[in-house]
């Protein structure tokens, strides 16, 4: 019986959690995630750093209780699904799926993505820019030193070949859609990603 559960948070607003992963919180006795998420359980919450690295030695120190590892989107996109499922084993972890950034993204601006190109910096030294340069639709997640602004700034190609928004904070109250035009400042937002879509001709 797996003790160890990824509960994807959706993109981070309570209306976003998926009945299962109320359930779920439900039946855990310790938790591990981001600070927001700490009003969320009622069992002893504790908050990694480094994240990855943290999260791993909880899970080791805690073995035996039923710990759920809240993250954000969904657990199998760019998350930590694939360290804690290494780590510890498939029969060891239950995966908890959510609606994930990308979904929340392409809604918001109307535009179907099964077509798309998938890229994440968040987290990372940066990403494969000549994906996106090649792609016909592109979702970059960014983060607090990777914001879109940076990622822009230093792809001008980007600008160029691309129609492009930034989604921000998505499900929250703050959330932000901006269709990136040469007039206006590009946002800086952590909690954010990149869209685009090549412009006809292009």
Same mark, same amino acid.
């Given at each position: 019986?797996?003790?160890?559960?990824?509960?994807?948070?959706?993109?981070?607003?309570?209306?976003?959690?998926?009945?299962?992963?109320?359930?779920?919180?439900?039946?855990?006795?310790?938790?591990?995630?981001?600070?927001?998420?700490?009003?969320?359980?009622?069992?002893?919450?504790?908050?990694?750093?480094?994240? @990855?690295?943290?999260?791993?030695?909880? @899970?080791?120190?805690?073995?035996?209780?039923?710990?759920?590892?809240?993250?954000?989107?969904?657990?199998?996109?760019?998350?930590?699904?694939?360290?804690?499922?290494?780590?510890?084993?498939?029969?060891?972890?239950?995966?908890?799926?959510?609606?994930?950034?990308?979904?929340?993204?392409?809604?918001?601006?109307?535009?179907?993505?099964?077509?798309?190109?998938?890229?994440?910096?968040?987290?990372?030294?940066?990403?494969?820019?000549?994906?996106?340069?090649?792609?016909?639709?592109?979702?970059?997640?960014?983060?607090?030193?990777?914001?879109?602004?940076?990622?822009?700034?230093?792809?001008?190609?980007?600008?160029?070949?691309?129609?492009?928004?930034?989604?921000?904070?998505?499900?929250?109250?703050?959330? @932000?859609?901006?269709?990136?035009?040469?007039?206006?400042?590009?946002?800086?937002?952590?909690?954010?990603?990149? @869209?685009?879509?090549?412009?006809?001709?292009?």
């Amino acid at each position: 019986m797996p003790d160890i559960y990824i509960i994807s948070t959706g993109t981070g607003h309570p209306d976003m959690l998926t009945g299962k992963a109320k359930k779920a919180l439900s039946e855990i006795d310790l938790a591990v995630g981001a600070e927001r998420f700490r009003s969320w359980v009622s069992v002893p919450y504790h908050e990694p750093e480094p994240l @990855i690295s943290g999260t791993l030695e909880f @899970i080791r120190t805690n073995r035996g209780l039923r710990i759920g590892v809240l993250v954000t989107g969904d657990a199998g996109f760019f998350s930590l699904a694939k360290s804690v499922v290494r780590e510890f084993g498939r029969e060891n972890v239950r995966v908890i799926e959510g609606v994930s950034v990308v979904q929340a993204a392409f809604a918001a601006i109307a535009e179907p993505w099964e077509d798309a190109v998938f890229l994440s910096a968040h987290g990372r030294g940066g990403f494969d820019s000549e994906k996106a340069v090649g792609a016909d639709k592109f979702l970059i997640i960014c983060d607090k030193v990777n914001n879109p602004k940076k990622i822009l700034e230093e792809n001008s190609r980007l600008i160029k070949g691309f129609e492009l928004w930034v989604a921000a904070n998505l499900s929250l109250d703050n959330e @932000i859609i901006h269709k990136i035009t040469p007039d206006e400042p590009i946002p800086e937002d952590a909690l954010s990603c990149i @869209i685009g879509i090549r412009k006809t001709g292009e």
